[in-house]
């Protein structure tokens, strides 16, 4: 109990000097007094807006899709009992894709600022509702919930890919948005992501005893009582929200959904009630680091937080696969 309130402790004052730090870094430096003027009002006029319309809403942004990509990896993993299980593998990433590279691409321009994040949504949900239709036979088996995944979101991928090369003209836009970036978020993301995120974060916390249960296998669950397939569509649309609110919210910023839970089961021990806020800290601070390094790198050039993120969790990635089949060529 000791170590997981010093886990959060420290995870969140992580994250709070990660946000203070992104408010200063960037192609304009700013001074930690000009900062604090800033925020109490009383710095120039430029510095306050770029502080206060630029910055700030920025970090909020990174701080909501870091904590919803990675909380929902951590449902996705326990879905599927699979630790190499993220967002995309249920088709939630390529749907919320799909979805906003059809509006940037074919809808003419002059639309309002909230319709690519309403149809990046929209798109998850489809993507992520087709996946489980598919899927369910009866009821739903975590392998075969995977594989209709992986093909669900090659489909999209491909379909994206394929609007991309048609509508050339517009294609920067969408592969900065497919890279996933933060650049350009106003308060305009935060008041769009926040009601999603900030409601499916505390009522997936308020149902980890039920995820503790699955983690013990279709038998067991059933034997404790638990009515399976309800409790896996609830698990499986929360997990569709917070990665389609995110997606929405910032493009797609990948692997933070795959390493954030492993990162978070390294720190605390098991059990969702404390695995889900240590997960939303860690990729709350996976996120914002990858927002500052790609800040910081070459100003004023800006490096998408996705490209951060890929260069970061894909070692990760491949050293999980090594650990995962690992002892499958040692018994061989």
């Known amino acids: 109990m000791k170590r997981n309130v010093m886990v959060l402790t420290m995870l969140s004052l992580l994250v709070l000097l990660l946000s203070l730090l992104s408010i200063k870094v960037g192609a304009v430096s700013i001074g930690w007094l000009d900062i604090l003027q800033a925020l109490t009002g009383r ?5 306050r807006y770029i502080v206060l319309h630029y910055r700030l809403p920025r970090i909020v942004v990174a701080i909501l899709v870091g904590s919803g990509l990675a909380v929902s990896g951590l449902i996705t993993q326990a879905l599927l009992r699979n630790p ?10 390529a749907g919320a894709s ?8 074919i809808l003419p321009p002059g639309q309002p600022v909230w319709v690519t994040p ?3 949504l929209i798109g998850g949900f489809v993507g992520g509702m087709l996946v489980y239709g598919l899927s369910y036979s009866g009821g739903i088996d975590p392998v075969r919930l995977a594989l209709v995944g992986i093909a669900v979101s090659a489909c999209g991928s491909t379909l994206v890919q394929l609007l991309v090369t048609r509508f050339a003209a517009n294609a920067s836009t969408v592969l900065l948005w497919l890279n996933g970036s933060l650049w350009g978020r106003t308060w305009d993301q935060v008041i769009q992501s926040l009601p999603i995120i900030g409601l499916a974060l505390p009522v997936t916390w308020v149902l980890a005893r039920r995820l503790d249960i699955l983690a013990l296998g279709d038998e067991t669950s059933r034997g404790l009582g638990l009515r399976l397939e309800p409790v896996r569509l609830l698990l499986f649309g929360f997990a569709i929200a917070l990665a389609g609110g995110s997606v929405a919210a910032a493009g797609m910023i990948g692997f933070a959904g795959l390493v954030s839970p492993h990162m978070a089961r390294r720190l605390v021990s098991r059990g ?10 860690v990729g709350a601070a996976l996120v914002l680091l990858a927002d500052m390094i790609g800040r910081i790198l070459a100003p004023p050039v800006e490096f998408p937080a996705g490209l951060v993120t890929a260069a970061i969790g894909a070692p990760y990635f491949l050293y999980l696969l090594w650990r995962e089949f690992r002892p499958a060529r040692a018994r061989a």
């Not at 710095?43 to 510095?47: E, G, I, L, N």
């Not at 190499?84 to 990433?93: E, M």
């Not at 799909?98 to 691409?105: F, H, R």
């Not at 969702?272 to 800290?281: D, F, G, N």
């Open 43 to 47: 710095s120039d006029s430029d510095q």
């Open 84 to 93: 190499l299980a993220a967002p995309d593998t249920l088709g939630i990433s």
């Open 118 to 120: 309403l149809a990046a």
């Open 272 to 281: 969702h009630r404390i695995l889900i806020p240590v997960t939303a800290l």
């Open 98 to 105: 799909l979805g906003a590279v059809l509006t940037v691409l």
